[in-house]
């Protein structure tokens, strides 16, 4: 039995774009782009970029901050149904890509935000990323939308909460372009379901 499962869903690459500074400077810097080579580190433009990059606040519970360590989170990926939620819950007639500093906006496949970690989107070409797991909303994009919007910020966090997308690696390089068709495959494994360590974790 396969270790990875192709399914019928699909999704269509809607925009792309990257980050050149880091979005804790907390300006609009996702710049727009046609098509994005994707080598193993991910796109070169990309703040993000890289094999390996230094933990984080999010992983402070397995290594001291700064540690150099594999890097997961080279792609921020986000469901361009999703954000039409967000910004419908925060009173905006549309949600600007470039605020939430997405990298790949997919159309087409329900409840991205909880794909299976593990689980690949694959293009046309064979470029594969690899969904590491949720992206939990964060104050960066609510300071860049009331740059943008003032008065209109406060509300992200909430409003993007289990909405807001996925982080992802590359698996194998290729390159994406706007309108590609995107492939989800999962994992071939239920969900892990032991209750002494849910009680735990909880």
């Known amino acids: 039995m396969p270790a990875l499962i192709p399914t019928d ?6 925009w792309l ?10 300006v609009i810097t996702a710049v727009p782009l046609a ?43 986000v469901s361009a149904e999703e954000m039409a939620e967000v910004a419908r819950d925060m009173g905006l007639a549309a949600m600007d890509y470039a ?3 997405a990298s790949l906006v997919l159309e087409g496949i329900p409840d991205l935000t909880h794909l299976p970690p593990s ?10 990323l690899v969904v590491d797991m949720e992206n ?8 860049t ?18 909405k807001r997308g996925v982080t992802a690696w590359v698996e194998r390089e290729g390159v994406l372009r706007l309108g590609d068709e995107m492939r989800l495959h999962v994992p ?13 974790i909880n």
């Open 145 to 162: 939308i009331e740059k943008a919007l003032p008065g209109q910020g406060k509300g992200f966090k909430r409003a993007a909460e289990g």
């Open 35 to 77: 098509e994005m080579p994707l080598s193993f580190a991910g796109y070169a433009g990309e703040v993000h970029a890289g094999l390996t990059r230094p933990s984080c606040s999010r992983v402070l519970k397995q290594h001291p901050r700064d540690t150099e360590i594999r890097n997961v989170r080279q792609l921020c990926v």
């Open 99 to 101: 605020w939430v500093g």
């Open 188 to 200: 071939a494994q239920r969900a892990w379901q032991s209750k002494q360590t849910q009680r735990k």
């Open 119 to 128: 689980s690949r989107l694959q293009g046309p070409d064979g470029v594969t």
């Open 9 to 14: 869903f699909t999704a269509r690459v809607v």
């Open 17 to 26: 774009g990257y980050q050149p500074v880091p979005v804790e400077k907390l």
């Open 136 to 143: 939990l909303p964060c104050q960066e994009p609510a300071v």
